[in-house]
């Protein structure tokens, strides 16, 4: 079992950075794949941005690409996610997510295994 604790939302106005933090305990965190996701009111969750568990590959949505860093600590059991030029279509909630596998194309973005509670972001205009 793997415990999820996302932090760093708030409210920020258009062009604000943020960083997000997620709190991993209870497994080796090193063995997992990381990633973020999101969920604005009324849609699906969709995938934002993964990081394969020694930090060596990073993977992307295409709406968040150019403005948004997903990086890891091991040795802090934390994995994190810098977002500048946010807009106001960002505006969701923010969940981070382990996966006990490899990352690689073709599955970065689905099967994660355990998932923190969330975390509000809001971009004002």
């Known amino acids: 079992q793997v415990q999820l604790v996302e932090s760093g939302g708030g409210l920020v106005q258009t062009g604000d950075s943020l960083r997000l933090s997620c709190a991993a305990s209870?497994?080796?965190?090193?063995?997992?794949?990381m990633g973020w996701f999101r969920q604005a009111p009324g849609k699906e969750r969709q995938f934002v941005a993964a990081?394969?568990?020694?930090?060596?590959?990073?993977y992307y949505a295409d709406s968040v690409k150019g403005r948004f860093t997903i990086s890891r600590d091991n040795a802090k059991n934390t994995v994190y996610l810098q977002m500048n030029s946010l807009k106001p279509e960002d505006t969701a909630v923010y969940y981070c997510?382990?996966?006990?596998?490899?990352?690689?194309?073709?599955?970065?973005?689905?099967?994660?295994?355990?998932w923190g509670q969330g975390t509000q972001v809001t971009v004002s205009s």
């Open positions: 997510a382990a996966k006990f596998a490899v990352l690689v194309t073709g599955n970065y973005d689905r099967g994660y295994d355990y």
């Open positions: 990081v394969t568990s020694r930090g060596e590959r990073t």
């Open positions: 209870g497994r080796t965190f090193s063995n997992y794949g």
